[in-house]
């Protein structure tokens, strides 16, 4: 007892050496009762603890303001690899995956991310575990090796990430758009890195140049922290000073400032780029002052809000009225402190790139309003007016992504607004809104235009791309700077779906779990509470399952041109409801249409009202016909150029369930469908089926009586075809190999071992098994022999079978040896297994129940755990418990005797798929 007393002493007295400053009065959400605090270590360390004790994660993140825009001009791309370094050895823990092996076999996982400004890394864990695994991720900052060893195989790991992306449209533009921007700017450089430019060179080995950048870059001022836990906030400062007071101060260097991010040549121009896969796009870019410590005000907020809404008078509605574009979005697209930058980007059609002047024409329209018209302030109280709502009913983030994004946010707000900052519009100032207008010109514009058919003279660096860039012509500026006034333009009115409705429903104890209110002629409605949630919110989901979904190739197509058409004619009305927290969607599946409705309860019947109307009687012309065949045509066409691994897994997926059509079916339809076939599918679709519907969250039962009959008013009379389920099939262990198709020549491989029973002892046995299996296949086929980029597994549960999925990409080798090498791994972990202790075992049954025992964080979530259930038959809603209960049961014996029966076995159900190049 004594020596427990000292040991506490020594901690606060540590504590109180290392302790610069402290600030607890944090604003918060009203709807966030955590406990929180800030304080700043002795080193400039700046650190934000969070105290929740009903998580069931916790987290930590720590976020370097520096990223690939430090790299030095002659080793590009080493930001990025040093952040794969960290993980292979520290001081305290030499050994490569330690870090990643801890984490898995305590229900934790980790990333990082390497930005222009920022390196985030970030984990979770079992909050038992939390203090051991911050240990761990701690010595990271302060003593990595750096070992010698690793430093060739991961710069061949890097090599491999380089060429997984190397097809990527977004990667490829984006290389286009460093080329034109100032070479001096940081902005263009190369950030991925490769076999080309992590090398030894003049300047020093690799090794001596990660010790470099890392002791350059790597000190505790230019570092922000956030470790979340159970334990009380003075416990949660203890571990952070004493984890983190070693890492290192620095003097900090003084700020250089950045030279201009383009330079004349780079504005008024027009560059033209060929994409990888067929898509066209539209992007007028400007160059303004920055914003970035305007974050009270938000003045590119608002132009976001209107060059960028969807509804009535939109830029958006009047082009896609006009056939023209797609889609739409407006944002910056860069911002920091030397400048920002604005882009309005397009998804265009064919017509849309015969006519894209005209479209930046009706962009530079609304522009010019705006110049002309400051915005009302009425548009500010309506927008404060959200921003409010959403913060006072924020639900919490999954720990792991809440610690990663606010450790990034204490680089730009004050430490006691960092969670509210994002959420501010403290006042209006439409003169900051003008200035940023002012730099909405046709001469300060750089235009992107993407189509397959471009004529290109170029050919940008790393990725290949084809481009050609050109000053814009006088009369093209002139034009657009003096556009005339277009009809139909406008902006937006007040919004009709601000929620103004905040009662709360009184949960009642019987309706904690679904429970099936209507059963009958065809339809079920199911209603529940929220045992973990008190907010004004709610999710409706239903289920119209109709025989004819996808009982042919032609009739699962479609079902497709169906939903397609209904989204893209209810896009105007909804989009407002969308940003008044309101969502919808409305998606195929396997056997059916499932519309999904969730956000404030206020209102949401207004919504589903012209879903089901537009859904169930809309009437579609032979012009919108078109335009949806053309869109899925090249979606289907974009899903066969995906990486070769995606292609194994959608063959997969085609193999276990029915029906299933690959894309390459559905192209093979498309084109002889008419309007005729539409008309006759939509009235088919509705004669027999089965409507099945959950509401869930802040409802009573009467109200969701209400909602359902919503759906019944717009729906014709229709015959009961009871619930539809999708087919799981049993693997056919005499033809175990199977071929999916690729374009790109990278081997994928994925192996899939089925369960030979969906008993709950064996889907826990599988779920332990491919937990004790994640690390040592990841270790050994990535990082040891250096297989590809994409390794994984995991488990695949469906409703009547369970398996394991192990799964790799590689430039380097055949599919045939890749695939030797899994079973080379697989033959072998049966060693492994074996040599297992029996407190290793139980460690990974812990981090596998740890995950399922998890509860929701929000309710959305809640209510997508019970309408799975229904959507299995669980409705007894035991399932999970059961998964736990069998999983408490396991011992290594068990394990060893799945492993047998299932994964190396005779009678084994295995499926061994390779990809194949086209």
Partial sequence: MIRNIWVIFFMIMTSSCALQTTTTNIVQSPNDTRDVAALTLDNGLEILVISDPDTDKAAAAMDINAGSFHDPNHTQGLAHFLEHMLFLGTDKYPVAGDYEKFLTAHGGHHNAFTAGEHTNYFFDVDPDHFEQALDRFSRFFVAPTMDSEFIDRERHAVDSEYHLKINDDWRRLYQVIKENVNPEHPYAKFSVGNLETLVDSDEGTLREKLLSFYQSH?????????????????????????????VPAA??????????????????IEITTVPYKEQRQLQLSFVT??????????????????IGHEGNGSIHSYLKNQGLIDWLSAGQSYNSDD???????????????????????VVFDMINKLQAHPIEEWIYDELRSLSEVDFRFKEKSDPIHEVSRLATNLHQYPANKVFAAPYRLEKFVPEQIQELLESFRPDNMQLVLTYPEAQTSEEAKWYSTPYSASQLAPESIAAWTNSEKIEGIYLPHPNPFVPEQFDIVESQQDFLKPQKVVDDSGVELWMSHSSHFSLPKQTLFAHLSSPITSNTVENGALAWILVELTNDALNTFSYPAQIAGLNYSLAKDYTGIKVQV?????????????????????????????????????????????????????????????????????LSVLPDISLDDLISYQQDFFKQMHLRLLVHGNTTKQQALTLKQVMLAELPDFRDSGYLAPTDNIIDTENPLRYAPATQPDAAVLHYYQSQNNSYADIAAGLVLQRMIKSPFYTQLRTTEQLGYVVYSAPMTTQHTNGLILGIQSSAYSAEHVSERVNHFIDKFETTIKETDEQDVKRYIQSVLSDLEQEPVRLSEEADRFWHSITLDDIEFIRRESIINAVQQLDLSAIISYYNQNIKGNSQRKLIIHSRSM
Avoid: C
């Fill in 339 to 361: 400048a920002a930058v604005f882009s309005i980007t397009m998804g265009l059609t064919p017509t849309g790139v015969e006519q894209y002047q005209t479209i930046v024409t």
């Fill in 598 to 666: 969730d956000g404030y309860s206020d209102k949401q019947s207004l919504l589903l009202r012209n879903i089901m109307k537009t859904f169930v009687t809309g009437e579609f012309s032979s012009e919108q016909l078109s335009i949806i065949k053309d869109k899925l045509r090249r979606r289907w066409e974009n899903t066969v150029r995906q990486p070769p691994y995606h292609q194994t897994q959608r063959k997969l997926y085609q193999t276990l369930y029915s029906p299933t059509w690959l894309a390459t079916e559905y």
């Fill in 251 to 268: 003097d900090q260097p003084e700020t250089t400032p950045k030279p201009p991010l383009w330079l004349k040549d780079n504005k008024g």
């Fill in 218 to 246: 790597y000190y505790a001022q230019n570092m922000r922290l956030v470790i979340l836990g159970q334990e009380p906030l003075e416990q949660l400062k203890s571990l952070a000073i004493n984890k983190f007071s070693e």
């Fill in 289 to 306: 002052p920055p914003t970035k410590h305007l974050w009270q005000t938000k003045p590119s907020h608002y132009l976001s809000h209107i």
